[in-house]
């Protein structure tokens, strides 16, 4: 099945999931998003502006890292770190906004609206729309304002309008709510760009194979370094970005085991977790049919995570596909197992990870003791620390230690 | 012949303009439904679109919001919204539209949901996460049952696209008048009037504008270019306050004639 796999349809579905269940006054824009990105994506000229950017500006290709520490510690698999921490900005997120920025431009768009969570996905928008002299308006949910202050400064640095979301949990979901009602207002003229494999087609088509850089240069350094693929790879889950363009490079190479690891926060038997693939069931919000945290009248339910980029409610549809139909394997992992890795990680490794990474290194950690000694394991190394090491601090007590 | 097209029928031999009131379900609790309902109708309100609180509804600005909130928070569900329009369609004579999102329809099951619908009494459905494209999970099962899907078109929709929507239905369409939410506006694109005229022209079956109407003034302009109006946020907000009077006015000034009498 997996060896001719060519989703989406072309109605943007994964089997049932996806698909486009916005307002609309929206279908003409996500109609005209799809058409032009089908053209530059068979349009050499765009190609080779984006692949210079990736490599001069963003600073591809990333190592990818042999962790003879870690690999040690953990007596097992041998463990790679795909060091997307590397990236300009500090995340795999520039991969997408670049990508988008550069489309929203070639469709005559001279404003962007995006989301942020852990605003990660904000400043490389608002970084992104510099470079290209696009204005740049970003929502944020004044939680994650107060968790990631710093954040929120860099993106006014970079000349982006960030504003404030108090909805709701005042989180991420709602900060795709409102930039999702700006779009809605300000269509004409705007193009909405979002930071995951979620919301409606095209944007989870799009946005994985902006990121499928990621799951590309791993298979081919990969291959360089052992002369085989990878037994299994290892990323963590908010939208799913990361996952799905370290996966998507890998679906058809059966051999390879695909591992997506969400956020269990205080543990997926409390109801303070954003474990959707795990816990949740399908419904549809923000645009697309896919697993998500409600309640059993279709209520959204909070999500809660220690990170703010993975504290979100629902999963991209693919995934929910990919889940279903067996091909990729979703585990979870606490607030406190993630702390734990990310303090392992940088004392072994001297590698401050994000925390959204932290929860794939933490699983990563469980999983390679089982493995044999002659297989591979590879870990998207989403993004670093440097944003995080406030929120580190505070839950160490102020000394760390 | 489903409610809806009958009103709209009766309407239009009596030539008169349509006035279709949005309330939220269990806004200020699911008791106060029936007199709400009650009083929009001997107001003269067409038909009442009834909303279902959902958690993250993107197509509502600040009013609708927060009337959802508020009736999420008096713990407000689906299934008891449905037996509340069971317990009162027997006394209440014009169409009952749902106004929701598509997943607390879901969550339901949408069999069960068009079933226990069509046993309430509902007439029809607007939802506005559901564009054509993605209206099969749930039309045919609808209009099997005698519910009528209402569809939008909004400024933003090609002429040809619009046409193909409206044939689609048999009660009206829902033409959206400005690129954005509900809520309150001061005024419209001066463009509208042509806007709302094209739509008329292409569309086999009643046009009614909606979204940010709020004044008398602006049904008045509004009922000039189309079949009648659909007014949400300013009728949560008069309820709100308690100022039934001026719902009233806002309904009379779709009937210029009664207003004259
Ligand atoms: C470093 C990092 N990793 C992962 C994520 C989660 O997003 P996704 O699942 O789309 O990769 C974020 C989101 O902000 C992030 O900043």
């Known amino acids: 099945m997996t060896a001719t796999y060519t989703l989406p349809d072309e109605r943007g579905h994964f089997g049932d999931y996806g698909g486009r269940y916005v307002p609309e006054t929206l279908m003409q824009a996500i109609l005209e998003l799809e058409k032009e990105y089908k053209k530059a994506r068979e349009d050499e000229i765009f190609q080779a502006e984006l692949q210079a950017l990736l490599r001069d500006y963003v600073g591809r290709q990333t190592p990818l890292y042999y962790a003879d520490n870690l690999t040690k510690y953990a007596g097992g698999a041998k463990i790679y770190l795909k060091r997307e921490d590397l990236n300009h900005t500090g ?127 791993t298979r ?70 896919m697993y998500l945290l409600q309640n059993e009248h279709g209520q959204i339910q909070e999500a809660h995570s220690i990170s703010a980029g ?21 585990e979870s992992i606490t607030d406190d197992e993630a702390m734990e890795a990310l303090m392992l990680l940088c004392k072994l490794e001297g590698i401050i990870p994000a925390l959204e990474s932290s929860h794939a290194v933490a699983y990563a950690l469980k999983l390679a003791p ?24 505070t839950r160490l007590g102020g000394e760390g230690k | 012949m489903n409610r809806i ?11 008169e303009k349509a006035f279709v009131p949005y309330i939220m379900a269990g806004d200020g609790g699911l008791d106060t439904l029936a007199e709400k309902i009650t009083f929009l109708e001997n107001a003269g309100a067409t038909a009442i679109e009834i909303g279902i609180p959902f958690s993250d509804p993107v197509a509502d600005g600040p009013v609708i ?44 099951g949408i069999g069960n949901f068009i079933a226990d619908a069509s046993k309430s009494g509902v007439d029809g459905l607007i939802l506005p996460d559901l564009p054509a494209e993605e209206e099969g999970i749930i039309a045919t099962i609808a209009e099997r049952a005698g519910i009528e899907i209402v569809r939008l078109v909004t400024l933003t929709s090609p002429l040809e696209r619009i046409q193909e929507i409206a044939n689609k239905g048999k009660g009206f369409l829902y033409a959206v008048t400005v690129n954005g939410i509900t809520g309150a506006r001061k005024g419209f694109n001066e463009e509208l009037g042509k806007h709302l005229q094209n739509v008329k022209n292409v569309s086999p079956i009643p046009v009614l504008a909606g979204f940010g109407i709020s004044e008398p003034s602006h049904v008045e302009e509004m009922i000039q270019h189309c079949d009648g109006v659909i007014v949400g946020s300013k009728i949560i907000e008069l309820f709100e306050s308690g100022k039934l009077d001026e719902i009233e006015t806002l309904i009379a000034a779709s009937k210029p004639e009664s207003i004259k009498l």
């Not at chain 1, 695909?258 to 795990?278: C, F, M, Y």
Request: a neutral charge; glycine letters at 10%.
């Open chain 1, 91 to 217: 995340a795999h997120k520039i991969n997408n906004s670049l990508g988008q920025a550069l489309l929203a431009a070639r469709m005559g768009k001279k404003k962007i609206v995006a989301e942020t969570g852990a605003g990660q996905h904000g400043v490389a928008t608002a970084t992104a729309c510099a470079l290209l002299n696009l204005e740049c308006t970003i929502f944020m949910g004044e939680e994650d304002i107060r968790r990631q202050q710093l954040n929120v400064f860099r993106m006014e640095l970079l000349g982006a309008k960030v504003v404030g979301v108090k909805s709701g949990s005042a989180t991420l979901k709602d900060a795709v709510n409102e930039a999702l009602r700006y779009w809605v207002t300000n269509v004409e003229d705007t193009h909405y760009i979002l930071g995951s494999v979620m919301g409606p087609h095209p944007f989870p088509m799009l946005v994985r194979d902006f990121q499928s850089v990621i799951g590309n240069e």
């Open chain 1, 220 to 289: 081919q350094q990969y291959l360089e370094k052992e002369g085989k693929l990878p037994d299994t790879v290892v990323a963590c889950i908010g939208g799913g970005s990361n996952s799905m363009g370290m996966f998507y490079p890998f679906i058809k190479d059966e051999s390879v085991r695909l591992i997506g690891v969400e956020a269990a926060g205080l543990g997926t038997d409390t109801d303070k977790h954003a474990a959707s693939l795990t816990k949740g069931s399908p419904g549809v919000l923000h645009g697309a049919l």
């Open chain 2, 65 to 108: 919001q927060q009337a959802g909130i508020r009736a999420l928070q008096s713990g407000t569900t689906l299934r008891e919204v449905l037996a509340k329009i069971r317990e009162i369609r027997p006394i209440v004579h014009i169409p009952l539209i749902f106004m929701t999102y598509m997943n607390p329809i879901m969550a339901y």
């Open chain 1, 310 to 330: 993975l504290d979100y409610p629902g999963v991209g549809p693919e995934h929910s596909y990919l889940k279903d139909s067996g091909r990729a394997q979703y």
């Open chain 2, 5 to 15: 097209e009958k009103v709209f029928q009766n309407l239009k031999e009596s030539n």
């Open chain 1, 370 to 393: 089982q493995m044999k000694k002659s297989e591979g394991l590879v870990i998207c190394l989403s993004g670093r620390g440097d944003k995080d090491v406030e929120t580190v601090r």
